[in-house]
């Protein structure tokens, strides 16, 4: 059976919640309209179809999830270097002063880490953010949900998302004792508070990272997460790699952009190592053709026979054409922009020093923007199997 498009869960989102609906709309319509205008560079406003921007608000987290490329097995942003890190964090008011510049472009912003909620203005910052009539959201470990559960439904945040990764057992051995726990009494302290508030926000999704640990326990998690009232359900295949890409990504960093990048390494961990796609898609399957009374997609939705090339052919990409650099921006915790998440070696700038704008449209920005087109698929080597490619980037006919 052919995997449904991930298009079609949205007008049962509109029904759900309409502003989230109108924004992922409102998003689409920006990323075809950059499609278009892909090839402009020096001189255009690339602001024009600027649609979403991260916050990667920490480089602290309470986890050490296996498979994590921050703070996992291969993790770069741990121990005394992360504490050192954590102190060049962005404070509140120049977050602040971003928000008051983008507020002409209403953009969606995510807000994440490292642990969001160890960043200690979360709570403000979302509050101000919504207030400025932009879409919020927020990925959490959920460990700490609980403790923040009534002044998250008081000021009605839009939407949480919670990474769980399969049930207790299995998900504590990926994401540390205790956690599946912790995220359960989270789950329930949300809704007593919207029961208590009378209130149907935040909308609330679960975020799963398939890997060799969890994908034969992904039924389990559907099961269970019947009991937590969620809106929806994100299984993410992950973004991984080998040596052989990791290679060919540094060659040609070092050549084009004149930098040595870091992250990709930390993506090489084997944790997708002999899955059977066949397998896996039959349990993908089966789950989004359950009613679980929550919505439910998987990141990419990969025709059946492709699953297994996915994992066992790293050669072959499945999206390519990334748009990210003509619509969003990652803010790292120290203030730098980057396109990418994972490609903190080559900043566009800083927003503690210079607008928003100029950063975005600055000749960094364009020399990384020309960089990429002339890769084949214009998409990096590194970007083969990477999530915001898998979300953003055009899907490969057959795929
Ligand atoms: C890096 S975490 C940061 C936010 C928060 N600490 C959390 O765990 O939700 C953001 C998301 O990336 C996911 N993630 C971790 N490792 C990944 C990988 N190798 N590929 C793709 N996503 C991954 C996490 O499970 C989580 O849903
Ligand atoms: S909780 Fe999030 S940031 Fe922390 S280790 Fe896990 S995936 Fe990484």
Redesign the pocket.
Known sequence: MKPKNNFSVVPKLFKMNFKMGERMLHGFWNLGKALIKKRHFEGYDHMKNFSLIYFKLTPL?????K??????DK?YLKGEYAANEAKTIVPLETYKKLVDELKYKRPVYYL????PFLYPDLCDLVDYIQKSGSFCSVNT?G?LLEKYAERIVRDQWNVVFV?LDAFRDVNDEI?GPGSYDRVVKGFEAINREKEKQHSRLPAMGIVT?VTNKNYKDLQNLAVACKDFNIDWHIYNLGTYTNDEVVAKHKEFFREKLGVESVCLEAYNTGYNDGIDGAELHKTLNTIHSTDYGYLSITVPALNPEKTHEYYHRLDIPVRDHCIVPWTQANINYNGDVTFCADYVEYPLGNIKEQSFKDIYNGERANKFRHAMVECPGEIFPGCIRCYQNMLFGKKIKGY
């Open positions: 987290c309470n986890l050490r999830c498979m994590c490329g921050q703070r996992g993790g994440w880490g490292g642990e470990n460990t990474s994401r990272t």
